[in-house]
T-cell receptor
Framework: DVKVTQSSRYLVKRTGEKVFLECVQD?????MFWYRQDPGLGLRLIYF???????EKGDIPEGYSVSREKKERFSLILESASTNQTSMYLC????????????FGQGTRLTVV | AQSVTQPDIHITVSEGASLELRCNYS??????LFWYVQSPGQGLQLLLK??????LVQGIKGFEAEFKRSQSSFNLRKPSVHWSDAAEYFC?????????????FGTGTRLQVTL
């Protein structure tokens, strides 16, 4: 089965810090995604990548950037963390050839203090 | 742009009762539709999906959903709810393959089951 691994389950960072959230998948999927999940707002797409070094903005990219240097790894970067970025962050992958389901990691709960 | 609306934020049903969770979507072509469930402290699990063909799709855990193009709906149903079904449910629409492959989610419906 597909495995999507997020490097941390819980993170606490200070305002202004640069934060890296890492996601690794083992199924050679071309498409990878970063979502944030907030109560009452569901999952909102931050960025996605459809190939190495390729990226597209999602619905809420402000304050975030991403990096995809290798196919299996997709990083989300908070250049200067703010308290309104406290949230659950979910990484997902999807096979480009088959418009099938997305596979999700367990999530990283980030708290910015 | 694609979008998904789940009009019910919170639903409470008694164990053994039937369930219907509503989902309406907006998409310019034939949509790929999904229902996911998230149990407390757990990741998202796919319940079922619709790509084409039969408009009534069966999923895991006894769930089914019906695609109605005329109503732009993809409602989730279960004939008899179990206490373990208490969770948050998300409807999603996918834009297909390639660069336009993003999934857009609704805001979710939290299901509470009373004994």
């Amino acid at each position: 089965d597909v495995k999507v691994t997020q490097s941390s389950r819980y993170l606490v960072k200070r305002t202004g810090e640069k934060v890296f959230l890492e996601c690794v998948q083992d199924m050679d999927h071309e498409n990878m995604f970063w979502y944030r999940q907030d109560p009452g707002l569901g999952l909102r797409l931050i960025y996605f990548s459809y190939d190495v070094k390729m990226k597209e903005k999602g619905d809420i990219p402000e304050g975030y950037s991403v990096s995809r240097e290798k196919k299996e790894r997709f990083s989300l970067i908070l250049e200067s963390a703010s308290t309104n970025q406290t949230s659950m962050y979910l990484c997902a992958t999807r096979d480009r050839a088959i418009p099938g389901r997305a596979f999700f990691g367990q999530g990283t709960r980030l708290t910015v203090v | 742009a694609q979008s998904v609306t789940q009009p019910d934020i919170h639903i409470t049903v008694s164990e053994g009762a039937s369930l219907e969770l509503r989902c309406n979507y907006s998409y310019g072509a034939t949509p790929y539709l999904f229902w996911y469930v998230q149990s407390p402290g757990q990741g998202l699990q796919l319940l079922l999906k619709y790509f084409s063909g039969d408009t009534l799709v069966q999923g895991i855990k006894g769930f089914e959903a019906e695609f109605k193009r005329s109503q732009s709906s993809f409602n989730l149903r279960k004939p008899s709810v179990h206490w373990s079904d208490a969770a948050e449910y998300f409807c999603a629409v996918g834009a297909g393959a390639g660069t336009a492959s993003k999934l857009t989610f609704g805001t979710g419906t939290r299901l509470q089951v009373t004994l």
